[in-house]
């Protein structure tokens, strides 16, 4: 069993700047990478990006790329989210997720879910 627990959530301005945090505990292996998916209201769930445990590799989607980083700290069995130049369209609430197997982009691949953090972008 994984449990997921996320930080790092609130309200910010267009062009702002927030940082999730997401910790693990629980078994999690080096070769798995953690997620990050955010669902607006109303849209389905959209991948944002992932990390693998023990290693740089990183995945981001389109849409984040560029404004989005991932990274992780195994010390502390965490991953953040840091999210610069943020637009009223990331507005949702982003969640993170255990992945051990098949395609990273898919969330039905993911076998562990946080409970969600809101992240709103004021226009």
């Known amino acids: 069993q994984v449990q997921l627990v996320e930080s790092g959530g609130g309200t910010v301005q267009t062009g702002g700047s927030l940082r999730l945090s997401c910790t693990a505990s629980?078994?999690?292996?080096?070769?798995?990478?953690m997620g990050w998916f955010r669902q607006a209201p109303g849209k389905e769930r959209e991948f944002v990006g992932a990390?693998?445990?023990?290693?740089?590799?990183?995945y981001y989607s389109d849409s984040v790329k560029g404004r989005f980083t991932i990274s992780r700290d195994n010390a502390k069995n965490t991953v953040y989210l840091q999210m610069n130049s943020l637009k009223p369209e990331d507005t949702a609430v982003y969640y993170c997720?255990?992945?051990?197997?098949?395609?990273?982009?898919?969330?039905?691949?993911?076998?562990?879910w946080g409970q969600g953090t809101q992240v709103t972008v004021s226009s």
């Open positions: 990390i693998r445990w023990n290693d740089y590799t990183t």
């Open positions: 997720s255990q992945h051990y197997s098949g395609s990273v982009y898919d969330d039905s691949t993911y076998d562990y």
């Open positions: 629980g078994r999690i292996f080096g070769y798995s990478f």
